[in-house]
């Protein structure tokens, strides 16, 4: 038997040979499938997300049905900053939401670093996940500094991170203090994971696509760098994602990944002329397009399973996340798709 290290996915994203692009979808636990809703019924977010059994059964739900080359492990980019003590809550329809906004040096002094002591039921549910996935891998995850600042300062998801770009301009001692400080809490959080068994760790900047390059560069950049370094020399490879970056990718991989996420809006093709020779590439169906005809979808898979070809290393995915209306029955057959299109 292969070991999750040799796996397709690890090796697309070490830019080795594969026999077939290796596929998995952010957000591919989670609504769009009845045995989640079945087990979710009545529990709240943050409190599944604490139970380590719960957490296997979700995180191997989208491998059993579907066939993907990587499980993700189910938690939520704000578990880390709940493990440490934030009032928050993960509301559904809506997102995390902050009790008592960040937005003071006694906000920030009231946040602390965060040891594996604080998540002690991650460490078991990728221990035990890892052992029910043989050969599969599991990807681990952290919110990026930027994107949990964002939910931090504004107290909750926002069109416009109005209260964050204030903060970061008005304040730019403070702004670095707080990113550097959800840091140490995301590479901590990927180090747990990457310590108990995780092959591969994606760090999601999803809104930093609200930034320009020259604001990236100066107020998040070294602070992704330095949460992607807290798995640095432990063998996993990195995948760096955000949406709408086409402007950042090449920021975003000289932050320290190995792979860069492409969202649906910018063609792989551009993003690795962008990019160079020296990252895979990850994405990038446009989620919308699951609700298209059957015909739509695969042309569109295959298209860009062939721009993939001429990647340095590709992992299928989706642009962004799987939404909770997707029909489940699609995304089965887009796994089938992908592999037999690029089958070597
Ligand atoms: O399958 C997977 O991809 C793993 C699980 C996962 C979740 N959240 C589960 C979840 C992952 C990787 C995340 C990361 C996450 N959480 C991000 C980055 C990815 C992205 O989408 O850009 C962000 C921005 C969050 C914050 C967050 N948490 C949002 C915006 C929401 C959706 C709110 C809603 O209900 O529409 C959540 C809640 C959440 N996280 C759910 C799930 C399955 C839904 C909660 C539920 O089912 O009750």
Redesign the pocket.
Known sequence: MTSPSDSTLVRAARRQPVEHTPVWF??????SLPEYREV?EGIP?LDACRRPDLVTEVTLQPVRRHGVDAA???????VPLAAVGVDLD?V?????VVAKPVRTREDLDRLPELTPEHVPYITEAVTLLTAELGSTPLIG?A?APF?LASYLVEGG?SRTHTHTKALMHGDPGLWHDLCARLAQISGAFLRVQAAAGASVVQL?D?WVGALSRADYEEYVQPHSASALAGVLGMGVPRIHFG?GTGELLPSMGAAGAEVVGVDFRTSLTDAVARLGDAYAVQGNLDPALLFAPWDVVEANVRRIVEEGRHAPGHIFNLG??VLPETDADVLTRVVALVHEASAR
Do not use: E, K, N, Y
């Not at 993700?72 to 704000?78: E, G, Q, R, Y």
């Not at 559904?92 to 995390?96: D, K, Q, R």
């Open positions: 952010m957000r591919q636990a989670g609504r979710r977010m993700i492990l189910f938690s939520d980019i704000v993960i559904p329809g809506t997102g995390p995850f919110g994107t998801p999601f999803s949406v962004h996340g």
